[in-house]
């Protein structure tokens, strides 16, 4: 199959950026998406052409460093899938492909498809933790807790930090970001410590740093690539009311 | 200083004058639903709260305030949160949202000059001095006959349709928002709340189109 | 020379704690003044980091990624080891000190491993601590499960995400140090060579992957916990960022690199779907459980679907070379027997290199549902990759480079020959021998990290001055000019082949040659080929761009000319080795019946190589293994 690829150039953060069109013959609908960007590459750097940057690493869907959006959609819209699983056959024979780097305030774009989410690390820093020194900490099983708190938390978090929920917020909010950790570690009882600390800290990083207000669009969890549920966001405001009250 | 400036804090301020504003169209619905029982009824209505003196202004002022708070605080939300994407990409593909959802902010203040003229129309009297009757020796007027008239022209008629229309787009999304903002839904009552704000939104439009309309079809007549 | 590990003797039992009573400490108010570097920020670099910010040092930590949170730690699925003996089922430390030495075919050093195992129950505490949320019985109580093998429940998990969840933890950690101001993190660094003052390590050269820019870091300690060489192979389940550079640099500057020749090849891995590809992907080896691994007996068959293949025209061949181990052969038997059957063009799919594991008879036994409970995650990723139902037609599977055992030499404190340079997790040598064992490796990442560089990097800085000698060395500037000498030259030639294309050569060769089977002949083979793909990448690459951009094809250029001349020695070792252990096969050395053949006599020692140049021949020094506590013995799964 061959497709018609229309990809952000973007050479620098202060770079205006532009749309550039490349057609790609010989696309094997066994290849991933990123895999057919690799032969577009090869075929550049053989032409002496500077070649697309995008971010990629473990390309098995689990490391977040992927971050595209396809045809207006964060990973391409399949459902639960990164970009690095998105695979060719979800396209048709001669379509048509917009690529593009995620956009926010907070992720200026390093090179075409490369932005830099350094944000999301200092929403993180901001109490993304529980203040636990190494050694000196009681026993696994000291604090029994409930197979169905743990499977609530272990579901906020499968969040691999792509950045996804920002870029494709309205208000490129990171709020599912943020709450999926604060509602991971508000339900054990070994977060409960700085439950209160944490959701302040946190939530006042991500104004910080750019992002926008939550105003309950739900995009966030619709390409979420690990389907994190906004359930984490009301959670997060559960916290805050709670933070609020001491 | 956390609740007026954080960005949850905010949000929390505008779910809970959001409360406010839409108990207050569900109660001004159900007092206006009296017309349709005939003119005795929405002036005796009229009369009770006139008879509450100092308490009509009383809650006025928390209506005022929380309409304002709400405006206030919606316009800076907003702004900040367009300033957050400063550049937007060339396709925008989006899967969950709405057209209520994204334009709340227009239907916000496209009811804000509603509101406005409501109560230039209604409750100043200044858009059409005509259509007030006097009621008895206590300064009250005919609101029934006030009603009629009101929307005997098209103009009135039009703009009630479309503002009523945008506060439909408005609840449609706003109310299921605030019980999300309240931390008061999960993965379970989310979908329901959706489903029910559409709801709540539809039964808003109807009840407030339908006295207008119901004038012009000539069914609420004098 | 003969090396000598330092391990402490005496009663094993005791090892570790009298080790950490006899090592020197560093005075609290002193520590803040020792700069420690640490390079890779996964489940070992991450935990070192962490720790010893919290400790007090200050802590300069780079990795490549945009974030320490992507490290490839990430992607490990199955699980973590640790001796709680929680189930009650008989398990010790001891027990899984044996198991890990004879899972590792007695190619590691006892000591290390037993202090491994003792320290893998504080591994739990600690990441519960952290909020990892491991899975939970209905009692509240941490579950474990069986895995490799083994015959007790040792392994904690959290879902398929074990490593993701262990290294958010640790990245948490850091995170918090990185808000105290004791960490310093600096991200898209790539480490390009190690400088070394009058041969002690003193800092190291890295590129700023944004800007191009060239910086020294100096530090009175660096640590490398950079993550195995298995993409030496072009393609391997690793990430597409994981090379061989840290530690080839260092290796380059007088570190050992110890047995290279031990790779793991992992068996259930999605088989290449055609030349396009760049990495493989590999499901869990809990597969095999349910599923029955067969080829058609006869090679006209290969091209038909499986569906029209009768039984008696299948060949289950692991349940006929193995009868009691059967499908549950270990990692690097199945491996070797799926790549028999494809060398004797019986493989199946794309390009015949393929086995299929068929669930038709389990689904047949516990009906679908069961299955779906069981592996449900699995059959989607793999449906999502191939296009293909695995319940209605076999799925299709191929061995693929998974992890590697060899790395840079360390003795008992971490510590390798240069002074001053740790090696931590995969990219040490130290505990896995000539095999690693299922949900190991996470357990060795963070017993480094969290419990063993505290205590015994004291015992090096306080035999130091802090801040000593400093970036404005001229050992530095030198570094410095031959990294950037280096970056222009490849820059510079502009020849016809891309990285990538060089790599994927370079891979073919070392698995054709070097790969799951070796012999004298096709070791030597390499040999010869491997110099002649440094020479075309030295004559004919094409780099496009320049240094000062972000550029993403001179990051591989310089990872691939790394991995050319580490191949080499990787070869050189595996021909040196004269004997089949673990994962090292030489064809020359198995049983009657194709097993491998150890040599105790003369191959019971660690081989760790001095690099003298590319093209020269590289200096072997020994170490010899002692095994007191545990018995040599005969691997069978007959």
């Given amino acids: 199959m061959k497709v018609k690829l229309h990809v952000w150039r973007q050479n620098g953060p202060n770079d205006k950026g532009t749309m550039e069109t490349y057609e790609v013959p010989n696309v094997s609908s066994d290849q991933s998406f990123l895999e057919m960007l690799d032969d577009v590459n090869l075929a550049l750097a053989k032409d002496g052409r ?66 830099d989410r350094g944000a999301l690390e200092k929403i993180m820093q901001a109490g993304g933790y529980t203040s636990c020194h190494t050694g000196g900490v009681a026993d696994g099983n000291a604090l029994p807790i409930g197979k169905d708190i743990a499977d609530y938390s272990m579901d906020a978090a499968e969040c691999i930090g792509c950045g996804a929920c920002v870029a494709s917020c309205p208000n490129s909010s990171a709020m599912l970001y943020t709450g999926a950790k604060v509602a991971q570690l508000a339900v054990l009882p070994q977060g409960k410590v700085e439950a209160h600390k944490r959701v302040m800290a946190m939530t006042e990083a991500a104004k910080e740093q750019g992002f926008g207000n939550c105003t309950n669009h739900y995009e966030c969890q619709a ?24 | 200083m956390q609740l007026t400036q954080s960005s949850v804090g905010r949000k929390i301020i505008m779910a809970v004058t959001g409360i406010v504003l839409v108990a207050f169209v569900c ?23 006139h008879s509450l003196g100092p308490f009509v202004w009383v809650f006025r002022l928390v209506m005022l305030a929380a309409f304002a708070i709400h405006i206030i605080f919606g316009i800076q939300l907003t702004l900040e949160n367009r300033a957050a994407t400063p550049e937007r990409n060339v396709q925008i593909k989006r899967l969950k949202t709405g057209f209520g959802a994204e334009t709340m902010i227009v239907s916000g203040l496209v009811l804000l000059a509603f509101v406005i003229y409501h109560l230039l129309h209604f409750t100043v009297r200044v858009t059409n001095p005509d259509i007030y009757v006097p009621l008895g020796d206590q300064g009250m007027v005919d609101v029934y006959v006030m009603v009629v008239k009101g929307f005997k022209s098209a103009l009135p008629v039009i703009l009630y349709l479309v503002g009523m229309s945008f506060l439909f787009l408005h609840v449609s999304h706003g109310f299921q928002s ?28 109807v009840g407030y189109i339908s006295i207008p309309l119901l004038v012009v079809f000539g069914l609420i007549k004098i | 020379m003969i090396l000598d590990g330092k391990c402490p003797t005496g009663p094993i039992e005791t090892s570790w704690d009298r080790h950490r009573f006899e090592t020197k400490l560093v005075n609290p108010a002193n520590k803040r003044k020792y700069k420690v570097l640490c390079v890779g920020t996964g489940l070992a670099g991450g935990a070192a980091a962490a720790s010893l910010g919290e400790l007090g040092y200050n802590v300069h930590a780079f990795c490549y990624q945009d974030s320490a949170r992507r490290a490839h730690s990430i992607a490990a699925q199955g699980g973590i080891n640790a001796a709680k003996n929680y189930p009650n089922d008989g398990d010790s430390i001891y027990r899984l000190f044996y198991d890990t030495i004879k899972g590792g075919d007695f190619r590691a050093r006892e000591a290390d491993v037993w202090r491994l195992a003792q320290v893998s129950n504080n591994i739990i505490d600690q990441c519960v601590a952290q909020g990892v949320p491991f899975a939970r019985d209905y009692a509240g109580y ?64 890295c590129r700023n992957m944004v800007t191009g820019e060239i910086e020294s870091h100096w530090g009175d300690a660096v640590i490398l916990a950079t993550g195995g060489y298995v993409n030496v192979f072009y393609l ?91 499908n549950l052969a270990p990692r690097d038997i199945a491996s070797r027997a799926a790549k028999e059957q494809c060398d ?25 549902d069961t299955i779906r409970e069981r592996y449900g995650n699995l059959f989607e990723m793999y449906e999502k990759i191939t296009a293909e139902n695995g319940y209605k037609q076999p799925m299709r599977i191929y061995p693929a480079p998974h992890y590697a055992m060899g790395g840079l030499w360390v003795d008992y404190n971490c510590m390798s020959n240069v002074p001053g340079l740790f090696v931590l997790g995969e990219a040490n040598f130290s505990v896995h021998g000539a095999n690693r064992l299922g949900a190991s490796a996470l357990m060795q990442g963070l017993a480094d990290g969290y419990f063993v560089i505290p205590y015994t990097i004291a015992g090096y800085l306080a035999t130091v001055k802090p801040g000593q000698i400093k970036d404005d060395h001229a050992e530095f500037k030198k570094s410095a000019e031959e990294v950037k000498a280096d970056i222009d030259k490849m820059l510079s030639i502009n020849g016809t082949k891309t990285p990538s294309e060089l790599h994927r050569e370079l891979g073919k060769v070392m698995w054709e040659d070097v790969g799951m089977a070796r012999s004298k002949e096709s070791l030597e083979h390499a040999l010869k080929r491997i110099p002649e793909i440094r020479e075309e990448f030295w004559n004919n690459v094409k780099v496009v761009g320049t240094n000062e951009q972000f550029n993403q094809e001179l990051e591989n250029a310089g990872r691939l000319a790394d991995f050319i001349e580490f191949a080499e020695i990787l070869t050189k070792d595996a021909l040196n080795r004269e004997e089949s252990c673990g994962g090292h096969f030489r064809t020359e050395h198995q049983t009657e019946d194709g097993e491998a053949m150890r040599n105790d006599e003369d191959f019971c020692y660690v081989a760790a190589w001095e690099f003298k140049g590319a093209g ?21 799964y007959k």
């Fill in chain 1, 50 to 115: 500077d070649v697309i940057a995008f971010d990629h690493d473990c390309r098995e869907g689990i490391c977040g460093m992927c971050s595209q959006v396809i045809n207006g959609v964060p990973h391409g819209g399949q459902e639960r899938t990164t970009v690095c699983q998105l695979h060719m056959r979800e396209f048709e024979d001669g379509a048509e492909i917009f690529v593009e780097p995620w956009k926010a305030r907070a992720f200026p774009v390093i090179k075409d498809l490369v932005v």
């Fill in chain 1, 223 to 246: 390409s979420c690539p690990k389907g994190v549920n906004v359930k984490f966001i009301a959670k997060l405001n559960r916290e805050y009311m709670k933070a609020l009250c001491k």
């Fill in chain 2, 27 to 49: 109660v001004h619905l159900l007092g206006n639903s009296s017309v349709f029982v005939g003119a005795n009824a929405i002036n005796a209505y009229a009369e009770k709260l």
């Fill in chain 2, 178 to 205: 605030l019980f999300q903002t309240l931390g008061l839904s999960n993965d379970k009552s989310l979908p329901v709340m959706e489903t029910v704000s559409k709801l709540v939104g539809v039964v808003l439009l």
């Fill in chain 3, 142 to 205: 941490l579950d474990n499960r069986s895995f490799g093998g083994a015959q007790v429940s040792r392994t904690f998990y959290a879902r398929g995400q074990t490593g993701q969840q262990l290294l958010l933890g640790a990245y948490s950690a850091l995170s918090r140090q990185i808000k105290a101001g004791t960490v310093t993190l600096h991200e898209r660094r790539e480490m390009l060579d190690l400088v070394v003052v009058d041969g002690v390590a003193r800092g190291i050269t």
């Fill in chain 3, 236 to 326: 391997s389940t690793n990430a597409m960022g994981c090379s061989v550079t840290a530690t080839w640099k260092a290796a380059k500057k007088g570190a050992y690199m110890a047995n290279p020749c031990y790779t793991q090849i992992h068996p259930t891995c999605i088989p290449q779907h055609g030349e396009h590809q760049s990495k493989l992907t590999l499901m869990s080896e809990s597969l095999r459980n349910d599923g029955r691994c067969w080829v058609p007996k006869k090679v006209e068959d290969c091209e038909k679907p499986a569906s029209d293949i009768a039984d008696a025209d299948r060949d289950y061949y692991l349940e006929r070379k193995y009868p009691s181990f059967g």
């Fill in chain 3, 344 to 368: 004797d063009n019986r493989g199946v799919g794309p390009g015949k290199r393929g086995v299929y594991l068929d669930f038709a008879d389990s689904i047949k036994r516990l009906g679908e």
């Fill in chain 3, 616 to 636: 020269v021949e590289p200096e072997l020094h020994k170490e010899p293994l002692k095994f007191e506590n545990v018995k040599l013995a005969v691997r069978s």
